[in-house]
């Protein structure tokens, strides 16, 4: 985990801002979110798998926030990361888990092994870790009026819930990280971490290109100009941030439901 050059404000105590962490912030649906949140007024930090596009989202971000580096995939940079934030921010309100790949896409007996387990490492495993990791700091906040001291979005997907022909490892991983976003529930709600699993429907994302490419599945099918933009579900977990309604807390929801994406002001 590296630092941006420039240094962030030190502390946000005393403000009413919430500090923010959003992994795989490079690009896609994580800036989008990234955007989204900081033009909410609240504090983002950024997460790149590396240092390439640090400067670029730096930039959207401004003073509302800072880039840094980790790979989620690391336990060493993900530790390093969380007590970074704990010197930096002294505090962090909301862990979004949005760091995913989609490879290795193919059925099963054409798929690599050490490839399949990257995917369940970095999808499931990845969040595990900034889970257990953040976890002290979400803990140490005072209750808001519903309780709550900490939120935990994960971002889930229909392919947790039903196979998609040739990704075995991505359904495999979002399946689990469904019921990883239970334990949490189950082990934490009652001490005030609110967990919500968030699928953002088919986003024109580089995911969706990579998918395009296979053209294994229906999904690969779907015309580019059917797919949504990054910001309507992004617009969707900034609302998720400012209040995280109780109904969905311990939840899989999902950004073509009407109800959710009514959480979004005009
Ligand atoms: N797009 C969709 O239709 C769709 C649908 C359902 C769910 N989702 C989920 O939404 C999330 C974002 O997807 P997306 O479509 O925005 O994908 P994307 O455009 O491929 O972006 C994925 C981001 O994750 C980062 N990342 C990958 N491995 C990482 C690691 N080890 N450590 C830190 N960051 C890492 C990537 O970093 P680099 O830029 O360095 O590669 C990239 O910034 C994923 O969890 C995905 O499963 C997407």
Redesign the pocket.
Known sequence: MQDQPSPPPSSLAGTARRVVAV?????????AICREIVDDGQYVIA????S??VSEVQAVLGEHGRAVV?????DRSVVELFANIRRQEGRLDVLI??????EPIGRISETDAAQWATAID??LV?AYRCVRAALPLLLANPPDSDGQRGLIIN?????AHRPQEGWSA?CAS?AGLAMLGRAIDLEYGSLGIAVTGF??????????G??RASGINPVSKLPRES?VQ?TGPARIVAALVRHCPVAYRGQEIDARDTAIAGLVRD
């Open positions: 992994t795989g912030a490079a690009r896609g649906i994580g800036l997460i790149l798998r590396n390439a596009r980790c790979d989620v995939g690391s888990n949005n760091a995913g790949i989609i970095v999808n990845g971002l889930s997907s229909g392919a991505y979002k699928a953002p429907g088919v986003v024109d994302t580089g995911m969706q990579q998918i797919l990054a």
